[in-house]
């Protein structure tokens, strides 16, 4: 079956416009998450979907950043009023379901580029 | 709050040389760690999850074990295409805990 896709992969902005980065998960899979990978750090957390619920925000960092997530599949990160930290790899991930978090699988993420 | 460490940052091997990976953690209660391969431009890809300490897991060329305070990814007789950056993580116990703590990974590059 099909992995996780993202799209764009590649994504150049300017500062102060807003983006909109997709995720498709494995099919069946209720659990979704969303990282962040700043060049040479780790993959920071930013929200977790249950279904079309996110229980926990706690990682977004800002009010810039919302995300959603529509019939238990597709999620859609948003960054709005874009700033040069935001430049990252933006990852997107599934799992059957939480119990399993650390079984996850990630699609090849999206390559943000503010300038 | 939950932290993971990796060493060595880097690690050039010559093909056929064994090497270990450390991953050291600080967990408030460890439900699970997890070790993950990621090649350039490219998701990270499971390896293995190890539970409880003493635990050991093995893939072809690698072998992951657990004791309470990290883990190692040992190489055995590496080739070429190992080469990737090796990322550790963690996820704390209790309820409702399903978020993960990576460190930044070991690059290792295999030289022919």
């Not at chain 2, 003493?54 to 305070?69: D, I, P, S």
């Amino acid at each position: 079956g099909a992995g996780v896709s993202q799209s764009p992969s590649n994504k150049v902005t300017e500062k102060g416009k807003d983006v909109e980065l997709r995720c498709d998960p494995i099919s069946g899979h209720t659990a979704l998450y969303w990282y962040r990978q700043r060049l040479g750090q780790g993959l920071e957390f930013l929200i977790y979907f249950q279904g079309n619920s996110a229980p926990d925000k706690s990682g977004l960092p800002s009010d810039r950043f919302s995300a959603e997530r529509t019939g238990g599949s597709v999620s859609t990160l948003t960054i709005q009023r874009t700033q040069q930290e935001d430049s990252a790899v933006y990852l997107c991930a599934s799992s059957l379901r939480p119990g399993l978090a650390g079984r996850q699988f990630f699609g090849p993420g999206t390559r943000l580029t503010v300038l | 709050e939950d932290q993971v460490t990796q060493s060595p940052e880097a690690l050039r091997l010559q093909e056929g040389e064994s090497s270990s990976l450390n991953c050291s953690y600080t967990v408030s209660g460890l439900r699970g760690l997890f070790w993950y391969r990621q090649d350039p431009g490219k998701g990270p890809e499971f390896l293995f999850t190890l539970y409880s300490a003493g635990e050991e897991k093995e893939k072809e060329r690698l072998k992951a074990t657990l004791t309470k305070k990290e883990s190692f990814l040992h190489i055995t007789a590496p080739k070429p295409e190992d080469s990737a950056t090796y990322l550790c993580a963690v996820q704390a116990s209790g309820a409702g805990s399903y978020q993960l703590t990576f460190g930044k990974g070991t690059k290792l590059s295999v030289i022919p």
